[in-house]
């Protein structure tokens, strides 16, 4: 059982989920089948905001159950999983704002990567000890 990781892969697929509704409804209103349309900004963005997420969540979430069928305390797969979510909600508020840099940008992409660094070497050690 990984009842800590199942929590936070529900999180995180709402999350695909809604950045998804989102582009098919920019899709719709802007009538692109395919691509991100000549000039769409907006909906290059969405596209983006979807990709980027679909490209982080999935190792991520790996660790977090990696760590679980390891047995991590359970206070350190939260942290984990939050720093996750959290990073997946920020960053795109900052991409839809503005194309360029922005703070929710910035740090929703930081508290992801804290997953993608702290995790492996946490990881390593339960495996080896």
Request: charged residues 10%; positive net charge; glycine residues 10%.
């Amino acid at each position: 059982m990984i009842p800590v990781s199942a929590v936070y892969i529900a999180l995180n697929a709402l999350i695909l989920v809604a950045l998804g509704v989102l582009v098919v409804r920019e899709r719709w209103r802007s009538g692109v089948g395919l691509g991100m349309g000549k000039g769409d900004s907006r909906l290059a963005r969405l596209v983006r905001c979807h990709a980027n997420a679909a490209e982080y969540m999935p190792l991520s979430l790996l660790l977090i159950v990696a760590l679980e069928l390891m047995a991590a305390p359970v206070w350190l797969l939260h942290i984990f999983g939050l720093l996750l979510t959290a990073g997946r909600i920020l960053h795109p508020f900052g991409l839809l704002r503005s194309a360029g840099a922005s703070w929710q940008r910035a740090g929703g992409t930081a508290l992801t990567w804290h997953v993608l660094i702290l995790a492996p070497p946490v990881l390593i050690y339960l495996a080896v000890t």
